[in-house]
């Protein structure tokens, strides 16, 4: 009986406790009413739940999980739009894709978790979300995906040595200016996830690099005493001011972020325009915040503003934060139009627009983006181009080349702005599909297809490391000046007249002049001039450190050859064609090699410094590659590789020869544009139905050109209309009669004007005759 | 069937040799064919396709439009002595001479009113309504002329 009695009173106590609690929950998503943000004067807490206590010997960093629990349910935010992006289930129009980018094997794959045309999902690349935090992180929130439960991490990853990447509530609603993005990615590359977050925030100074601790390091571990220069451990060394006596932090807590937060992600720009020529978007002009029309509540499950959003937090309500909702109202009956206005929105008149295009139409075909031209325009997104992360270190990259505004019938049937983007990647050609190949799939059966760039860069790096040369090396080509740069690579600036036709020559610049690396000198004389001696020896001796050097180096000249043999300098004959001027060169089983080979040269001639990163030449060898490493007999299907860039399709034909075909996997893939909203005055339209109903309007008939990584003429070229699904010659004859409206015009006016008159004469005789006025005709 | 639309053509036929001589006769049989092309593409589309007059219909249509007008107001300019007051005619056929060309003044009016940059949104939506209730008297008054006339002669 005391059994069942306790049993009973265990049950009821765990029923109270669970009430207790999920009211506390619900509570924790009730509005009190209070329009104010509390002071965040808050404990911080470690990802262990245990208070930080910064004047303590290797403190860990600080976790939003249970630093904000007490107040906010973690569980319940990470079910919101940014923290979800993983969920293949997750409703709505396609947005930016994330952009898998690799310059060297020209490859940029969109891609997404959710089921958006043109994309491919990670998983089909082999991206596990270790791989996708590497790769993107930098960019991301945290939460979701980057916070894998034990059985969702893979054996590869490193999530014991990183930690996981929580919710950065900090990255978007610290106030404080010293909320540092560029921080915050630094960390993330350095695979210090679980100490991003106190980075970023400023809270104190991280240092070590979990990214060079060995995979089966974990927290407690704890530092390492032996390595004090290479594998630091991360550690979180607090500014111990924020902190007061009870070890609470003050946190500038903003409910509502600064526009600067949202746009460390979400900002769009144009390519080649000055920031002082930018105008920002006409609402955030007016004084509005991102947020006042994306909002969100604890869910925070974004409104994104679209018509036909389903939103479960906002229901209804949703509607009014759309374009129309806000300017034209909801409610399609006048007299109860009370939602018209919203947040101080104009009501727009459109004075002689017929009503088709509201219909036809989205707001943001006529409203947002640049005015179409001939030329579409380039820009560069922040996730897309890496914008927004500052520092020594480049980061930010001229690939992918988005281009804007291409006009798309969307789903709903209405025409609407999208950016566009021309996928690049190296495939397998299955069943008529191309599969992707991972770029460094592709580097490592290219071998040194791809290096032409290294190849210069190393041979002049190993000239740099000689102090005596008396100047920088460079390489002269074609009127073209190629030196090293501080990431290994080239620069080029154009060559002096002196060296305009020089096809190849290693010199040597100095700040007044540039000289030809190895001087000509007679190699008949007697005794050989000390300085010119010497100059020989340390210049094949810094070649010679080249590591990645197929023989040794030696020099030619006329007859003879120089070369370092015991380390003396030795003169034997030239075994390779007479040189009348001096030519480094590197011996190859007994011949003579050029430091850089004629396909190295003729590819960093076209490449370097350009947008695009491949040659015709490099895709035709790397297909020769892949066809014939791939089909070594062994199989008896043929396997087939291809290359797709600027809308086509790239492989080879029976003969070899570098050949294209129209393929679905080249078609570009496109996302609807929001913003930059523009003043009315400045929408499409207002010039009159000419701005897009003319022969050859850019709105109907603008070309869409491929673009991608490979130098080449042979690109899929495309019409506006055709992304609209349009009859294009009507469009073009329905744009000529324009020519003719203001003829029609007058036309119409005359004849109105003529019978109005003829009535008018009618009525005034039978009113006049009514009156007696006007007497009966006999 | 056949021979109503023969007695149609005869009687128009007649009719523009009385009333309309020479070069006239093109005005009037423009004003018949291009009245003809508006009510047929106006009416079927209005009734049969749920978005309405679009693509090249729509552009015939404001094509027709432009030479309806031209002829209307030229048949008016000849032929309004004919119905005035005081000349005798039959009251029905005045009455519905002048209703037809009421409601073509509207019907150009309200075409009118769209292409130019004056009026706003709702006001559009209004003219386009007006269009359609013109458009509808302006037939009913050509069928009621036609019947009264034919009725008559026989």
Redesign the interface.
């Known amino acids: 009986m005391k059994r069942i009695i306790l049993i009973i009173f265990l049950v009821a106590g765990f029923a109270l406790f669970n009430d207790v609690a999920s009211e506390t929950s619900e509570k924790k998503l009730q509005w009190n009413g209070s329009e104010t943000v509390p002071v965040h004067l808050i404990p911080l807490k470690d990802e262990f739940d245990q208070p930080i206590i910064p004047t303590e010997v290797n403190p860990l960093p600080f976790s939003s999980r249970f630093t904000c629990a007490p107040c906010h349910d973690y569980n319940v935010i990470k079910q919101g739009l940014h923290f979800s992006r993983a969920n293949p289930d997750l409703s709505g129009r396609a947005g930016e894709p994330w952009f898998w980018l690799d310059e060297k094997t020209g490859t940029v794959l969109p891609l997404s978790y959710q089921k958006w045309s043109g994309t491919w999902h990670p998983s089909e690349l082999g991206l596990n979300s270790w791989d996708f935090a590497l790769l993107f992180g930098r960019h991301m929130t945290g939460g979701g995906i980057l916070e894998p439960a034990e059985d969702e991490m893979s054996p590869q990853s490193r999530w014991n040595v990183s930690g996981k990447m929580e919710i950065n509530c900090l990255g978007c609603h610290n106030a404080s200016r010293i909320q540092n993005h560029s921080e915050w990615a630094k960390q993330i590359i350095r695979e210090n996830f679980r100490w991003a977050a106190s980075a970023s925030a400023g809270l104190g100074e991280v240092g070590g690099m979990a990214s060079r601790l060995s995979a089966t390091w974990d927290l407690f571990d704890g530092p390492n005493p032996d390595d004090t220069e290479w594998a630091i451990v991360p550690s979180v060394r607090y500014n111990t001011s924020l902190f007061n006596s009870n070890h609470q932090v003050f946190f500038d807590i903003k409910d509502k972020p600064d526009d600067s937060r949202c746009l460390t992600c979400h900002s769009v720009t144009p390519v080649n325009m000055l920031k002082q020529s930018f105008d920002a978007d006409v609402h955030s002009l007016a004084g509005l915040l991102c947020v006042d029309c994306h909002r969100n509540g604890i869910e925070h499950e974004m409104i994104r503003g679209y018509e036909g959003e389903v939103s479960l937090s906002f229901g209804q309500e949703a509607k009014t934060f759309t374009c129309r909702g806000c300017h034209l109202g909801t409610d399609k009956n006048k007299a109860k139009r009370t939602d018209v206005g919203r947040l101080g929105a104009p009501l727009p008149e459109h004075r002689g627009l017929p009503v088709v295009h509201l219909e036809r139409l989205s707001c943001t075909a006529c409203h947002s983006v640049p005015w179409p031209s001939k030329a579409l325009n380039r820009v560069r997104t922040s996730r897309a181009n890496r914008l927004g992360i500052f520092g020594i270190a480049q980061w930010q990259t001229e690939m992918p080349q988005i281009i804007e505004p291409v006009y798309v019938r969307n789903d709903t049937g209405k025409i609407a702005p999208h950016r566009l983007i021309w996928p690049s990647f190296w495939g397998e050609i299955v069943d008529r599909e191309v599969i992707p190949l991972r770029a460094e799939e592709v580097r490592a059966f290219a071998g040194r297809v791809f290096m032409s760039e290294e190849n210069v860069a190393l041979v002049l790096l190993a000239l740099y490391r000689e102090p005596d040369l008396g100047g920088v090396p460079v390489l002269i080509a074609e009127g073209k000046i190629y030196s090293l740069n501080v990431d290994g690579g080239l620069d080029v600036s154009d060559s002096i007249e002196d060296f305009a036709s020089v096809s190849e020559m290693w010199a040597v610049r100095t700040e007044e002049k540039i000289v030809p690396l190895m001087p000509e000198f007679d190699t008949e004389a007697e005794m050989m001039d000390m300085d010119v001696e010497v100059r020989i020896q340390i210049v094949l001796e810094a070649l010679a450190t080249n590591e990645s050097a197929p023989g040794q180096p030696a020099l030619l000249v006329h007859d003879a050859m120089y070369s370092i043999q015991e380390g003396y300098l030795e003169k034997t004959n030239n075994p390779g064609e007479f040189r009348p001027t001096p030519w480094l060169c590197w011996l190859v089983e007994g011949q003579p090699e050029s430091l850089v080979g004629e396909f190295d040269l003729r590819t960093v001639k076209a490449t370097v410094e350009e947008e695009q990163t491949l040659t015709e030449e490099q895709v035709k060898l790397v297909l020769e590659i892949l066809n014939r490493t791939q089909n070594s007999g062994e199989s008896e299907m043929d396997t087939f590789y291809a290359y797709i860039s600027g809308g086509l399709m790239f492989l080879l034909d029976k003969d070899g020869e570098l050949t294209t075909q129209n393929h679905k996997s080249a078609d570009p893939v496109t996302w609807p544009i929001g913003h930059r909203v523009r003043p009315a005055q400045q929408s499409l339209g207002v010039n009159g139905c000419r701005d897009c109903h003319r022969a050859n309007s850019p709105f109907f008939f603008g070309k869409v050109k491929g673009t991608g990584p490979l130098i080449t003429e042979r690109v899929r070229t495309r019409s506006q209309g055709s992304f609209m699904d349009l009859t294009l010659p009507y469009q073009r004859l329905f744009g000529l009669s324009f020519s003719v409206r203001p003829l029609l015009k007058i036309v119409l006016f005359v004849s109105a004007l003529v019978c109005g008159s003829i009535l008018l004469i009618f009525l005034l005789l039978v009113l006049g005759r009514i009156s007696g006025l006007v007497e009966k005709r006999r | 069937m056949l021979k109503g639309w023969t007695r149609l053509y005869e009687w128009a036929k007649t009719w523009a040799e009385q009333f309309y001589p020479g070069w006239r006769s093109w005005v009037f049989f423009g004003l018949i064919l291009s009245f003809l092309f508006l009510v047929l593409s106006g009416f079927l589309f209005a009734l049969l396709v749920p978005r309405g007059l679009?693509?090249?219909p729509l552009?015939l249509h404001?094509?027709a439009?432009?030479i309806f007008?031209?002829c209307?107001?030229m048949v008016?300019?000849w032929r309004?002595r004919d119905y005035?007051?005081?000349v005798v005619q039959p009251i029905f056929l005045k009455v519905m001479f002048?209703t037809f060309?009421?409601s073509?003044?509207c019907l150009?009016?309200t075409?009118?009113s769209?292409?130019?940059?004056?009026?706003?949104?709702?006001c559009?939506?209004g003219m386009?309504r007006w269009h359609r209730l013109f458009a509808f008297v302006s037939l009913a008054s050509v069928f009621a002329f036609l019947y009264y006339s034919l009725d008559r002669e026989k």
Do not use: E, K, N, R
């Not at chain 2, 769209?114 to 709702?122: A, C, G, Q, R, Y």
């Open positions: 679009y693509g090249l552009l404001v094509a439009g432009g007008a031209i209307l107001s008016v300019v309004a005035t007051l005081d002048w060309v009421v073509g003044l150009i009016v075409s009118l769209s292409m130019i940059s004056f009026l706003s949104m709702p559009q939506i386009i």
